[in-house]
């Protein structure tokens, strides 16, 4: 009886510990991609800021804006792989993203328009303007 005991005390914190290490796991990947993201010239150079385009990441949740259409489309965002993604919108086909791309660590977003690279924004003059609701 002490036997079955103690393995099932084993098993027990084995399941605890475990999972606690699955679940920081799973925070650490919805937060890699956390932040405001401006469109760039291009996905093979040195990134150069486009700010007409921002996509704005918390979580698993996805906001992207154009300054034409001066609105913002929501979607969620799957997880498909170590470093690929697919952005579920709420109107519009999804799209792919991968991260990181090229040695600048940029993000790229596949569409069937085409493909586009981001950058984290990292100058207050390339934020997300006010429409885009992040």
């Given amino acids: 009886m002490r036997k079955v005991t103690l393995l099932l005390l084993l098993l027990v914190a084995a399941c605890v510990f475990g999972c606690k290490g699955e679940k920081t796991t799973s925070e650490d990947t919805q937060t890699l991609l956390n932040g405001k993201w401006v469109l760039d010239y291009g996905c093979q150079q040195d990134p150069t800021p486009n700010p007409v385009a921002w996509l704005i990441i918390n979580n698993n949740n996805v906001i ?37 791309v090229t040695e600048w660590n940029l993000l790229g977003v596949s569409n069937p328009s085409g493909q586009n690279c981001y950058s984290r924004v990292r100058n207050p003059a390339n934020n997300p303007p006010a429409y885009c609701g992040g």
């Avoid at 969620?76 to 919108?89: A, C, H, M, P, T």
Wanted: aromatic share 10%.
């Fill in 64 to 100: 992207s804006c154009m300054q034409v259409t001066q609105g913002a489309v929501k979607g969620l965002i799957v997880k498909i792989s170590e470093g690929n993604y697919r952005f579920d919108w709420q109107q519009g086909p999804p799209s792919t993203a991968s991260y990181p």
